[in-house]
Protein backbone atom coordinates (compact mmCIF):
# COMPACT_ATOMS: atom_id res chain seq x y z
CA UNK A 1 0.00 0.00 0.00
CA UNK A 2 1.33 3.48 -0.57
CA UNK A 3 1.61 6.30 1.86
CA UNK A 4 -1.58 7.45 1.49
CA UNK A 5 -3.49 10.30 3.43
CA UNK A 6 -5.32 7.77 5.43
CA UNK A 7 -1.86 6.41 6.63
CA UNK A 8 -0.93 9.92 7.46
CA UNK A 9 -3.66 10.80 8.98
CA UNK A 10 -3.72 7.57 11.53
CA UNK A 11 0.76 7.79 12.32
CA UNK A 12 -0.33 11.81 12.61
CA UNK A 13 -2.74 10.85 15.64
CA UNK A 14 0.38 8.66 16.78
CA UNK A 15 2.94 11.46 17.15
CA UNK A 16 0.48 13.67 18.01
CA UNK A 17 -0.08 11.48 21.60
CA UNK A 18 3.41 10.45 21.83
CA UNK A 19 6.04 13.54 20.45
CA UNK A 20 3.90 17.12 21.25
CA UNK A 21 5.12 18.55 24.06
CA UNK A 22 8.49 16.69 23.92
CA UNK A 23 12.13 18.27 23.47
CA UNK A 24 13.80 17.48 20.17
CA UNK A 25 17.02 16.64 22.16
CA UNK A 26 19.18 15.45 18.81
CA UNK A 27 18.88 15.21 14.88
CA UNK A 28 20.61 12.85 12.78
CA UNK A 29 20.89 12.67 9.02
CA UNK A 30 21.54 9.26 8.55
CA UNK A 31 21.83 9.31 4.61
CA UNK A 32 20.60 11.65 1.92
CA UNK A 33 17.21 11.96 2.06
CA UNK A 34 16.28 11.07 5.95
CA UNK A 35 16.35 12.65 9.22
CA UNK A 36 15.78 10.78 12.98
CA UNK A 37 15.21 13.28 15.30
CA UNK A 38 15.65 12.13 19.10
CA UNK A 39 12.46 13.46 21.25
CA UNK A 40 12.43 13.49 25.45
CA UNK A 41 8.63 13.09 25.98
CA UNK A 42 7.20 12.51 29.47
CA UNK A 43 10.05 10.97 30.84
CA UNK A 44 10.61 8.55 27.70
CA UNK A 45 12.46 8.65 24.68
CA UNK A 46 11.47 8.53 20.65
CA UNK A 47 13.25 8.88 17.40
CA UNK A 48 11.36 10.11 14.57
CA UNK A 49 12.36 9.47 11.09
CA UNK A 50 11.42 11.72 8.42
CA UNK A 51 12.30 10.32 5.19
CA UNK A 52 12.02 11.81 1.66
CA UNK A 53 12.95 8.77 -0.08
CA UNK A 54 12.17 8.14 -3.35
CA UNK A 55 10.85 4.92 -3.03
CA UNK A 56 10.26 4.72 0.54
CA UNK A 57 9.11 8.13 1.60
CA UNK A 58 7.47 7.70 5.48
CA UNK A 59 7.03 9.83 8.70
CA UNK A 60 7.23 7.11 11.51
CA UNK A 61 8.70 5.82 15.14
CA UNK A 62 11.54 3.90 14.66
CA UNK A 63 13.88 1.32 16.83
CA UNK A 64 16.56 0.94 13.94
CA UNK A 65 19.82 2.03 14.79
CA UNK A 66 21.17 4.76 12.13
CA UNK A 67 24.19 5.50 11.12
CA UNK A 68 26.05 9.12 12.31
CA UNK A 69 27.75 10.47 9.95
CA UNK A 70 31.24 12.13 11.40
CA UNK A 71 30.59 14.82 8.76
CA UNK A 72 27.09 16.29 9.01
CA UNK A 73 25.37 16.92 5.33
CA UNK A 74 24.30 21.18 5.42
CA UNK A 75 20.91 20.81 5.98
CA UNK A 76 21.33 18.79 8.81
CA UNK A 77 23.90 20.86 10.85
CA UNK A 78 20.77 23.65 9.38
CA UNK A 79 18.11 21.96 11.80
CA UNK A 80 20.75 21.36 14.64
CA UNK A 81 20.96 25.44 14.75
CA UNK A 82 17.13 25.74 14.55
CA UNK A 83 15.95 22.73 16.28
CA UNK A 84 18.19 20.95 19.22
CA UNK A 85 16.30 21.69 22.20
CA UNK A 86 13.15 23.27 20.78
CA UNK A 87 9.65 22.04 21.99
CA UNK A 88 7.16 20.81 19.29
CA UNK A 89 3.99 22.39 19.26
CA UNK A 90 2.27 20.38 17.19
CA UNK A 91 1.96 17.79 14.28
CA UNK A 92 -0.83 18.75 11.85
CA UNK A 93 -1.67 17.03 9.04
CA UNK A 94 -2.50 19.29 5.75
CA UNK A 95 -6.51 18.19 5.18
CA UNK A 96 -6.38 14.36 4.37
CA UNK A 97 -2.90 15.18 2.02
CA UNK A 98 0.14 13.72 2.60
CA UNK A 99 1.50 16.75 4.13
CA UNK A 100 2.53 16.88 7.68
CA UNK A 101 3.46 20.44 9.53
CA UNK A 102 5.47 19.65 12.47
CA UNK A 103 5.46 23.37 14.41
CA UNK A 104 8.43 23.87 17.03
CA UNK A 105 9.38 26.41 19.17
CA UNK A 106 12.94 27.33 19.37
CA UNK A 107 15.44 30.21 20.34
CA UNK A 108 17.20 32.48 18.03
CA UNK A 109 20.62 34.14 18.34
CA UNK A 110 19.34 36.72 20.36
CA UNK A 111 17.95 34.18 22.97
CA UNK A 112 13.99 35.18 22.22
CA UNK A 113 11.54 32.47 21.38
CA UNK A 114 10.66 32.23 17.38
CA UNK A 115 8.75 29.41 16.03
CA UNK A 116 10.25 26.83 13.29
CA UNK A 117 7.93 24.70 10.96
CA UNK A 118 9.07 21.84 9.37
CA UNK A 119 7.16 20.70 6.35
CA UNK A 120 7.32 17.14 5.60
CA UNK A 121 5.66 16.35 1.79
CA UNK A 122 5.20 12.95 0.94
CA UNK A 123 4.87 12.47 -2.76
CA UNK A 124 7.10 9.70 -4.01
CA UNK A 125 10.19 10.97 -6.08
CA UNK A 126 8.69 14.42 -5.66
CA UNK A 127 8.81 14.12 -1.41
CA UNK A 128 11.10 16.92 0.13
CA UNK A 129 11.51 17.96 4.27
CA UNK A 130 11.29 21.91 4.39
CA UNK A 131 12.29 24.08 7.43
CA UNK A 132 10.02 27.33 7.04
CA UNK A 133 9.46 30.22 9.04
CA UNK A 134 5.68 30.04 9.34
CA UNK A 135 5.66 33.47 10.26
CA UNK A 136 6.74 34.95 7.07
CA UNK A 137 6.61 31.98 5.01
CA UNK A 138 10.06 31.85 4.24
CA UNK A 139 12.35 29.22 3.32
CA UNK A 140 15.31 28.39 5.54
CA UNK A 141 16.26 25.02 3.01
CA UNK A 142 15.29 21.85 2.10
CA UNK A 143 16.73 18.72 2.14
CA UNK A 144 16.05 18.29 -1.38
CA UNK A 145 16.69 22.00 -3.65
CA UNK A 146 14.26 21.88 -6.14
CA UNK A 147 15.47 24.84 -8.74
CA UNK A 148 13.36 26.40 -11.76
CA UNK A 149 15.21 23.59 -14.00
CA UNK A 150 13.20 21.13 -11.82
CA UNK A 151 9.79 22.54 -11.38
CA UNK A 152 9.00 25.54 -13.15
CA UNK A 153 5.66 25.67 -10.71
CA UNK A 154 7.48 26.19 -7.53
CA UNK A 155 10.97 26.12 -6.37
CA UNK A 156 12.21 24.54 -2.68
CA UNK A 157 15.30 27.18 -2.14
CA UNK A 158 16.47 28.94 0.45
CA UNK A 159 15.03 32.41 1.33
CA UNK A 160 11.73 32.30 -1.20
CA UNK A 161 8.69 32.03 -0.01
CA UNK A 162 7.25 28.28 0.74
CA UNK A 163 4.49 27.44 -1.71
CA UNK A 164 2.47 24.09 -1.29
CA UNK A 165 2.41 21.80 -3.67
CA UNK A 166 -0.67 22.18 -6.42
CA UNK A 167 -4.22 21.47 -5.28
CA UNK A 168 -5.78 18.33 -7.52
CA UNK A 169 -9.23 19.47 -6.85
CA UNK A 170 -10.10 16.34 -5.54
CA UNK A 171 -13.22 16.22 -2.47
CA UNK A 172 -12.04 16.06 0.96
CA UNK A 173 -14.55 12.57 2.01
CA UNK A 174 -14.98 13.67 5.45
CA UNK A 175 -16.92 16.26 4.15
CA UNK A 176 -19.16 14.70 1.30
CA UNK A 177 -22.68 14.27 1.60
CA UNK A 178 -24.51 11.32 0.53
CA UNK A 179 -26.03 12.95 -2.07
CA UNK A 180 -22.87 14.48 -3.40
CA UNK A 181 -20.85 10.75 -3.08
CA UNK A 182 -23.87 9.27 -5.38
CA UNK A 183 -24.29 11.65 -8.17
CA UNK A 184 -20.40 11.73 -9.34
CA UNK A 185 -20.36 8.63 -10.06
CA UNK A 186 -21.08 6.73 -13.81
CA UNK A 187 -21.29 2.68 -13.79
CA UNK A 188 -19.99 2.93 -17.60
CA UNK A 189 -17.08 5.56 -16.87
CA UNK A 190 -14.55 3.03 -15.95
CA UNK A 191 -13.26 0.97 -12.47
CA UNK A 192 -15.29 2.60 -9.21
CA UNK A 193 -12.06 2.18 -7.89
CA UNK A 194 -10.41 4.34 -9.75
CA UNK A 195 -13.22 6.93 -9.81
CA UNK A 196 -13.29 7.05 -6.08
CA UNK A 197 -9.20 7.57 -5.97
CA UNK A 198 -10.05 10.54 -8.90
CA UNK A 199 -12.73 12.02 -7.04
CA UNK A 200 -11.23 12.13 -3.25
CA UNK A 201 -8.08 12.62 -1.96
CA UNK A 202 -6.30 10.76 0.99
CA UNK A 203 -7.25 7.88 -0.71
CA UNK A 204 -4.90 5.23 -2.17
CA UNK A 205 -5.29 1.97 -4.12
CA UNK A 206 -5.66 -0.31 -1.36
CA UNK A 207 -8.59 1.49 -0.12
CA UNK A 208 -10.62 2.03 -2.65
CA UNK A 209 -10.58 -1.54 -3.86
CA UNK A 210 -11.52 -2.02 0.05
CA UNK A 211 -14.73 0.10 -0.56
CA UNK A 212 -15.54 -1.61 -3.39
CA UNK A 213 -15.34 -4.54 -2.56
CA UNK A 214 -17.34 -4.49 0.78
CA UNK A 215 -19.65 -3.14 -1.53
CA UNK A 216 -20.19 -5.93 -3.92
CA UNK A 217 -22.34 -5.75 -6.92
CA UNK A 218 -24.95 -3.24 -4.90
CA UNK A 219 -26.28 0.16 -5.65
CA UNK A 220 -25.08 3.55 -5.61
CA UNK A 221 -26.40 3.29 -2.05
CA UNK A 222 -24.92 0.44 -1.19
CA UNK A 223 -21.27 1.81 -2.46
CA UNK A 224 -22.14 4.76 -0.15
CA UNK A 225 -22.63 2.72 3.14
CA UNK A 226 -19.46 1.31 2.21
CA UNK A 227 -17.40 4.71 1.43
CA UNK A 228 -19.27 5.98 4.52
CA UNK A 229 -17.94 3.03 6.86
CA UNK A 230 -14.58 3.27 6.00
CA UNK A 231 -14.83 7.40 5.98
CA UNK A 232 -15.55 6.93 9.40
CA UNK A 233 -13.55 4.82 10.88
CA UNK A 234 -10.98 7.06 9.94
CA UNK A 235 -13.05 10.23 11.72
CA UNK A 236 -12.81 8.13 15.03
CA UNK A 237 -9.59 6.99 14.10
CA UNK A 238 -10.17 3.40 14.63
CA UNK A 239 -7.48 1.79 13.29
CA UNK A 240 -5.65 -2.01 13.13
CA UNK A 241 -2.25 -1.32 11.01
CA UNK A 242 -1.68 -4.64 9.35
CA UNK A 243 0.62 -6.19 6.92
CA UNK A 244 -0.80 -8.47 4.41
CA UNK A 245 0.81 -10.82 2.80
CA UNK A 246 -1.18 -12.13 -0.83
CA UNK A 247 0.38 -13.62 -3.80
CA UNK A 248 4.05 -13.52 -2.39
CA UNK A 249 3.63 -9.69 -2.32
CA UNK A 250 3.34 -7.84 1.35
CA UNK A 251 1.16 -4.20 1.69
CA UNK A 252 0.71 -2.45 4.65
CA UNK A 253 -2.56 -0.86 5.38
CA UNK A 254 -3.94 0.88 8.56
CA UNK A 255 -6.55 -1.93 8.60
CA UNK A 256 -6.54 -5.50 7.58
CA UNK A 257 -8.18 -5.54 3.80
CA UNK A 258 -10.96 -8.47 3.22
CA UNK A 259 -10.37 -8.39 -0.81
CA UNK A 260 -6.57 -9.26 -0.45
CA UNK A 261 -6.69 -12.91 0.54
CA UNK A 262 -3.36 -13.94 2.35
CA UNK A 263 -1.84 -14.02 5.85
CA UNK A 264 -3.16 -11.22 8.03
CA UNK A 265 -0.44 -9.48 10.80
CA UNK A 266 -1.58 -6.71 12.82
CA UNK A 267 0.07 -4.25 14.67
CA UNK A 268 -0.45 -2.37 17.94
CA UNK A 269 0.46 1.09 16.74
CA UNK A 270 1.05 2.10 12.85
CA UNK A 271 4.88 2.98 13.34
CA UNK A 272 5.53 -0.44 14.61
CA UNK A 273 3.75 -1.66 10.85
CA UNK A 274 5.79 0.98 8.95
CA UNK A 275 8.87 -0.35 10.92
CA UNK A 276 8.58 -3.94 10.28
CA UNK A 277 7.13 -3.71 6.37
CA UNK A 278 10.32 -1.28 5.28
CA UNK A 279 12.87 -3.17 7.82
CA UNK A 280 16.13 -3.24 5.61
CA UNK A 281 14.48 -1.86 2.33
CA UNK A 282 15.82 1.57 3.27
CA UNK A 283 19.23 0.49 4.00
CA UNK A 284 20.01 -2.31 1.36
CA UNK A 285 19.03 0.65 -1.67
CA UNK A 286 21.04 3.06 0.47
CA UNK A 287 23.70 0.71 0.17
CA UNK A 288 22.77 -0.30 -3.41
CA UNK A 289 22.96 3.37 -4.16
CA UNK A 290 26.47 3.85 -2.61
CA UNK A 291 27.91 0.70 -4.21
CA UNK A 292 26.42 1.61 -7.70
CA UNK A 293 29.77 1.63 -9.33
CA UNK A 294 31.19 -1.09 -7.26
CA UNK A 295 28.08 -3.48 -8.23
CA UNK A 296 28.11 -2.37 -11.78
CA UNK A 297 32.36 -2.93 -11.86
CA UNK A 298 31.69 -6.31 -10.27
CA UNK A 299 28.99 -7.32 -12.80
CA UNK A 300 31.07 -6.49 -15.76
CA UNK A 301 33.79 -8.24 -14.88
CA UNK A 302 31.63 -11.23 -14.34
CA UNK A 303 30.01 -10.91 -18.14
CA UNK A 304 33.77 -10.65 -19.47
CA UNK A 305 34.81 -14.21 -17.65
CA UNK A 306 31.34 -15.79 -18.78
CA UNK A 307 32.24 -13.86 -22.60
CA UNK A 308 35.78 -15.79 -21.90
CA UNK A 309 34.41 -18.90 -20.61
CA UNK A 310 32.40 -19.46 -24.15
CA UNK A 311 35.40 -18.61 -26.35
CA UNK A 312 37.96 -20.42 -24.72
CA UNK A 313 35.09 -23.74 -24.84
CA UNK A 314 34.91 -23.24 -28.57
CA UNK A 315 38.29 -23.20 -28.80
CA UNK A 316 38.70 -26.53 -26.24
CA UNK A 317 36.09 -28.16 -28.71
CA UNK A 318 38.14 -27.27 -31.96
CA UNK A 319 41.26 -29.01 -29.83
CA UNK A 320 39.80 -31.94 -29.53
CA UNK A 321 40.93 -32.66 -33.10
CA UNK A 322 44.60 -32.51 -32.21
CA UNK A 323 44.67 -36.15 -32.47
CA UNK A 324 43.87 -36.51 -36.12
CA UNK A 325 46.63 -33.73 -36.99
CA UNK A 326 49.55 -36.25 -35.45
CA UNK A 327 47.86 -38.92 -37.21
CA UNK A 328 48.75 -37.14 -40.45
CA UNK A 329 51.84 -36.09 -39.88
CA UNK A 330 52.94 -39.55 -38.78
CA UNK A 331 51.34 -40.93 -41.87
CA UNK A 332 52.95 -38.63 -44.51
CA UNK A 333 55.80 -39.13 -42.50
CA UNK A 334 55.46 -43.02 -43.38
CA UNK A 335 54.38 -42.35 -47.02
CA UNK A 336 57.34 -39.75 -47.90
CA UNK A 337 58.55 -42.13 -50.62
CA UNK A 338 55.46 -41.80 -52.65
CA UNK A 339 55.09 -37.57 -52.15
CA UNK A 340 56.56 -35.36 -54.80
CA UNK A 341 56.66 -31.68 -54.18
CA UNK A 342 53.79 -30.37 -55.58
CA UNK A 343 51.08 -32.48 -54.95
CA UNK A 344 47.75 -31.16 -53.61
CA UNK A 345 46.99 -34.21 -51.54
CA UNK A 346 47.75 -37.26 -51.03
CA UNK A 347 45.88 -40.51 -50.46
CA UNK A 348 47.24 -42.92 -48.18
CA UNK A 349 46.21 -46.85 -46.00
CA UNK A 350 45.19 -45.31 -42.43
CA UNK A 351 46.33 -48.21 -40.17
CA UNK A 352 45.27 -45.93 -37.18
CA UNK A 353 41.44 -47.00 -38.43
CA UNK A 354 40.65 -50.39 -39.45
CA UNK A 355 37.10 -49.58 -40.91
CA UNK A 356 38.40 -46.65 -42.80
CA UNK A 357 41.79 -47.83 -44.40
CA UNK A 358 41.74 -44.77 -47.03
CA UNK A 359 42.50 -41.24 -45.85
CA UNK A 360 42.79 -38.63 -48.13
CA UNK A 361 45.78 -35.82 -46.74
CA UNK A 362 45.42 -32.34 -47.79
CA UNK A 363 48.95 -30.59 -48.92
CA UNK A 364 51.03 -26.89 -49.81
CA UNK A 365 52.31 -27.69 -52.98
CA UNK A 366 55.19 -25.34 -52.04
CA UNK A 367 56.23 -27.43 -49.32
CA UNK A 368 58.25 -30.48 -49.32
CA UNK A 369 56.77 -33.50 -48.25
CA UNK A 370 58.75 -33.72 -45.21
CA UNK A 371 57.76 -29.91 -44.42
CA UNK A 372 54.25 -30.86 -44.93
CA UNK A 373 54.53 -33.49 -42.65
CA UNK A 374 55.94 -31.24 -39.79
CA UNK A 375 53.11 -28.61 -40.62
CA UNK A 376 50.96 -31.07 -39.22
CA UNK A 377 53.00 -32.44 -36.22
CA UNK A 378 52.63 -28.19 -35.28
CA UNK A 379 49.46 -28.02 -35.05
CA UNK A 380 48.88 -30.90 -33.06
CA UNK A 381 51.52 -29.65 -30.62
CA UNK A 382 49.81 -26.30 -30.71
CA UNK A 383 46.49 -27.50 -30.13
CA UNK A 384 47.50 -29.49 -27.50
CA UNK A 385 49.55 -26.71 -25.59
CA UNK A 386 45.97 -25.02 -26.28
CA UNK A 387 43.86 -27.38 -24.72
CA UNK A 388 45.91 -27.91 -21.66
CA UNK A 389 45.55 -23.91 -21.39
CA UNK A 390 42.29 -23.49 -22.10
CA UNK A 391 41.13 -25.88 -19.27
CA UNK A 392 43.18 -24.27 -16.96
CA UNK A 393 41.29 -20.50 -17.68
CA UNK A 394 38.18 -21.62 -17.63
CA UNK A 395 38.76 -23.05 -14.31
CA UNK A 396 40.10 -20.06 -13.68
CA UNK A 397 37.46 -18.22 -15.27
CA UNK A 398 34.63 -19.72 -12.98
CA UNK A 399 36.32 -19.73 -10.31
CA UNK A 400 36.62 -15.58 -10.65
CA UNK A 401 32.83 -15.69 -10.95
CA UNK A 402 32.58 -18.30 -8.56
CA UNK A 403 34.03 -15.18 -6.06
CA UNK A 404 32.81 -12.07 -7.83
CA UNK A 405 29.15 -13.53 -7.65
CA UNK A 406 29.45 -14.17 -3.72
CA UNK A 407 31.18 -10.60 -3.38
CA UNK A 408 27.81 -9.39 -5.30
CA UNK A 409 25.30 -11.60 -2.63
CA UNK A 410 27.09 -9.83 0.09
CA UNK A 411 27.03 -6.46 -1.22
CA UNK A 412 23.37 -7.32 -1.49
CA UNK A 413 22.95 -8.06 2.58
CA UNK A 414 25.48 -5.81 3.93
CA UNK A 415 25.09 -2.47 5.82
CA UNK A 416 27.15 0.41 5.30
CA UNK A 417 29.58 -0.46 7.42
CA UNK A 418 30.01 -3.83 6.38
CA UNK A 419 30.93 -2.49 3.09
CA UNK A 420 34.04 -1.18 3.37
CA UNK A 421 35.59 -4.12 4.73
CA UNK A 422 34.48 -5.89 1.29
CA UNK A 423 36.15 -2.67 -0.21
CA UNK A 424 39.45 -3.76 1.53
CA UNK A 425 39.10 -7.20 0.41
CA UNK A 426 38.77 -6.24 -3.65
CA UNK A 427 41.41 -3.94 -2.86
CA UNK A 428 43.77 -6.73 -1.25
CA UNK A 429 42.61 -9.17 -4.11
CA UNK A 430 43.40 -6.85 -7.03
CA UNK A 431 39.93 -6.24 -7.95
CA UNK A 432 39.97 -2.16 -6.86
CA UNK A 433 42.93 0.42 -7.04
CA UNK A 434 44.20 0.94 -3.65
CA UNK A 435 42.46 4.29 -2.83
CA UNK A 436 44.66 7.17 -0.79
CA UNK A 437 45.52 6.81 2.67
CA UNK A 438 43.02 9.35 3.58
CA UNK A 439 40.37 7.87 2.71
CA UNK A 440 41.19 4.39 4.36
CA UNK A 441 40.12 3.95 7.96
CA UNK A 442 43.14 4.83 10.51
CA UNK A 443 42.57 1.17 12.09
CA UNK A 444 41.26 -2.33 10.55
CA UNK A 445 39.36 -3.31 13.50
CA UNK A 446 38.62 -7.34 13.92
CA UNK A 447 35.27 -8.78 11.78
CA UNK A 448 32.44 -8.61 13.69
CA UNK A 449 29.68 -11.69 12.49
CA UNK A 450 25.84 -10.88 13.05
CA UNK A 451 25.25 -12.50 16.47
CA UNK A 452 21.67 -13.78 16.34
CA UNK A 453 19.88 -16.31 19.25
CA UNK A 454 17.67 -19.06 18.19
CA UNK A 455 14.68 -20.10 19.94
CA UNK A 456 16.13 -21.74 22.45
CA UNK A 457 18.57 -19.18 23.14
CA UNK A 458 21.70 -20.51 21.46
CA UNK A 459 24.34 -18.61 19.88
CA UNK A 460 24.46 -18.33 16.15
CA UNK A 461 26.53 -16.39 14.35
CA UNK A 462 26.57 -15.01 10.81
CA UNK A 463 29.36 -13.86 8.43
CA UNK A 464 28.17 -10.90 6.51
CA UNK A 465 31.62 -11.14 4.14
CA UNK A 466 34.57 -13.03 3.45
CA UNK A 467 36.63 -11.13 6.09
CA UNK A 468 33.42 -12.32 8.44
CA UNK A 469 33.32 -15.80 7.15
CA UNK A 470 37.05 -16.47 7.62
CA UNK A 471 37.45 -15.15 10.80
CA UNK A 472 34.41 -16.69 12.13
CA UNK A 473 34.95 -20.13 10.47
CA UNK A 474 39.17 -20.56 10.79
CA UNK A 475 39.47 -18.78 14.28
CA UNK A 476 36.54 -17.64 16.11
CA UNK A 477 34.25 -21.26 15.72
CA UNK A 478 35.42 -24.37 17.74
CA UNK A 479 36.08 -27.59 16.24
CA UNK A 480 32.55 -28.99 17.46
CA UNK A 481 30.27 -26.06 16.65
CA UNK A 482 28.21 -26.75 13.83
CA UNK A 483 29.00 -25.01 10.17
CA UNK A 484 26.02 -24.21 7.60
CA UNK A 485 26.11 -22.91 4.26
CA UNK A 486 23.93 -22.90 1.13
CA UNK A 487 25.09 -26.15 -1.39
CA UNK A 488 26.52 -24.52 -4.22
CA UNK A 489 25.12 -21.64 -4.16
CA UNK A 490 27.24 -18.25 -2.91
CA UNK A 491 26.22 -17.34 0.33
CA UNK A 492 27.18 -16.55 4.11
CA UNK A 493 29.38 -18.77 6.67
CA UNK A 494 26.92 -19.85 9.66
CA UNK A 495 27.70 -21.08 12.59
CA UNK A 496 25.91 -22.44 15.50
CA UNK A 497 27.77 -22.42 18.76
CA UNK A 498 27.04 -25.49 20.73
CA UNK A 499 27.60 -29.16 20.74
CA UNK A 500 24.01 -30.15 21.45
CA UNK A 501 22.10 -28.63 18.53
CA UNK A 502 18.30 -28.98 18.64
CA UNK A 503 16.52 -29.19 15.72
CA UNK A 504 14.55 -25.78 16.47
CA UNK A 505 18.21 -24.50 16.37
CA UNK A 506 19.65 -26.27 13.29
CA UNK A 507 16.84 -25.93 10.65
CA UNK A 508 16.33 -21.74 12.41
CA UNK A 509 20.25 -21.43 11.66
CA UNK A 510 19.50 -23.31 7.63
CA UNK A 511 17.32 -20.58 7.28
CA UNK A 512 19.25 -18.05 7.86
CA UNK A 513 22.31 -19.41 6.03
CA UNK A 514 19.52 -19.24 2.74
CA UNK A 515 18.44 -15.68 3.53
CA UNK A 516 21.56 -14.32 3.57
CA UNK A 517 22.56 -16.00 0.17
CA UNK A 518 21.83 -15.60 -3.91
CA UNK A 519 18.75 -18.35 -2.27
CA UNK A 520 17.23 -15.53 -0.75
CA UNK A 521 13.92 -15.18 -2.45
CA UNK A 522 13.55 -18.86 -3.54
CA UNK A 523 11.83 -21.83 -1.67
CA UNK A 524 13.42 -25.10 -0.46
CA UNK A 525 16.82 -24.11 -0.52
CA UNK A 526 19.68 -26.73 -0.39
CA UNK A 527 21.74 -26.08 3.11
CA UNK A 528 25.14 -28.07 4.06
CA UNK A 529 25.68 -28.62 7.43
CA UNK A 530 29.20 -30.76 9.42
CA UNK A 531 31.40 -29.94 12.28
CA UNK A 532 33.79 -27.13 12.04
CA UNK A 533 36.54 -29.89 11.90
CA UNK A 534 35.78 -31.03 8.75
CA UNK A 535 35.56 -27.73 6.98
CA UNK A 536 38.97 -26.57 5.63
CA UNK A 537 40.51 -23.79 3.15
CA UNK A 538 42.85 -24.90 0.86
CA UNK A 539 46.09 -23.22 0.70
CA UNK A 540 46.50 -20.10 -1.90
CA UNK A 541 42.36 -20.50 -1.61
CA UNK A 542 40.30 -16.49 -2.34
CA UNK A 543 38.90 -15.42 1.18
CA UNK A 544 35.20 -16.86 2.01
CA UNK A 545 36.38 -20.28 0.04
CA UNK A 546 36.26 -23.25 1.71
CA UNK A 547 36.26 -27.82 1.41
CA UNK A 548 33.99 -29.64 3.70
CA UNK A 549 33.18 -33.14 4.34
CA UNK A 550 30.93 -35.58 6.26
CA UNK A 551 27.90 -32.72 5.95
CA UNK A 552 24.16 -33.47 5.75
CA UNK A 553 22.16 -31.52 3.69
CA UNK A 554 18.57 -29.60 4.78
CA UNK A 555 16.25 -27.85 2.66
CA UNK A 556 14.39 -24.73 4.23
CA UNK A 557 12.20 -21.98 2.96
CA UNK A 558 13.39 -18.11 3.97
CA UNK A 559 10.89 -16.25 6.34
CA UNK A 560 11.72 -12.91 6.26
CA UNK A 561 9.40 -12.65 9.29
CA UNK A 562 11.53 -15.21 11.10
CA UNK A 563 14.24 -14.22 10.11
CA UNK A 564 13.94 -10.74 11.19
CA UNK A 565 12.13 -12.03 14.68
CA UNK A 566 15.99 -13.68 14.81
CA UNK A 567 17.96 -10.88 14.41
CA UNK A 568 15.75 -8.80 16.96
CA UNK A 569 15.78 -11.34 19.83
CA UNK A 570 18.04 -10.76 22.86
CA UNK A 571 19.44 -13.20 25.02
CA UNK A 572 17.17 -15.39 26.82
CA UNK A 573 19.24 -15.03 29.99
CA UNK A 574 19.42 -10.99 29.35
Given amino acids: MSFDGIVTR ?10 TGGRITKIYQPSDLELIL ?17 AYPRVQLTDTPADNPKEPPMFCMLLRKHGEGAIIQSIQQVGLERIIHLDFLTRNDLGDEVPRRLVIEIMGRHSNIILVNPETGAIFD ?4 VTHAISQYRQVLPGITYMAPPKQNKLNPMEV ?17 KQIMNRFTGIGPLVAREIVHQAGLGSRERLWESFHDVITKVRLHQYQPSIIRSKGKSVFSV ?39 LIRKLKNEIEKNRKKI ?14 EYRIRGELLTAYLHQIRRGDQEVQVTNYYDPESPQLTIRLDPTLTPSENAQR ?12 KWNIEQIQRAGEENQYLESVLVQLENSSLREVEQIREELEEEGWLKARPQKHRRKKKGIPSPTT ?23 QLASPTDTWLHTKDIPGSHVVIRTRNVSETTLKEAAMLSAYFSKARDSSQVPVDFTLIKHVKKPSGARPGFVIYENQQTLFVTPDEEVIQELLNRKNLEE
Fill in 142 to 145: GIRR
Fill in 376 to 387: YFKKYNKMKAAK
Fill in 310 to 323: DILSKELAESERAE
Fill in 255 to 293: WPLTHLKGEIRTFASMSDCLETFFRGKAERDRVRQQTHD
Fill in 452 to 474: VYSSDGTIILVGRNNKQNDYLTH
Fill in 177 to 193: DPKTFIAGFDYNSGRLD
Fill in 38 to 54: HIRFRGQNHKLLLSAHP
Fill in 10 to 19: AIVRELDQTC
